[in-house]
């Protein structure tokens, strides 16, 4: 089932012909938070920069208000922080952070 939906995803990409997300494989988290003067929140990831151009990066950020399942994937990394886990995500490949425009965001996580 999880090959099937991996398949049926690589085709729907392919055959959109132009990707709207890439991944970044297993990465550390190296620290996380929040703002206090707005909800967001960012994570910072081992390895190379990610995200499009005009806003490639380490920190990644999201709105842990305004996204849908932005207080769960605070939650998430968070818990995957700190219990040493590692995490992918799926970096938006043509939108940076709305609010911060020179930060990378993710469409969704997968915890190790």
Known sequence: ???????????L???????????TGPRQIRSIGCHLVDNTCFVEISGGIVGPTGCQSTSLRWN?????NGQSILALLTAAFQS???VSFEIRDTACYV??????????????
């Open 1 to 11: 089932m999880r090959l099937a939906m991996t398949l049926s995803a690589m085709v």
């Open 13 to 23: 990409v392919s055959a959109a012909g132009e990707a709207w997300a890439s991944g």
């Open 64 to 68: 842990q208000k305004e996204d849908a």
């Open 84 to 86: 040493g886990k590692t």
């Open 99 to 112: 609010y911060q425009p020179v930060f990378p965001t993710f469409a969704y996580i997968f915890v190790h």
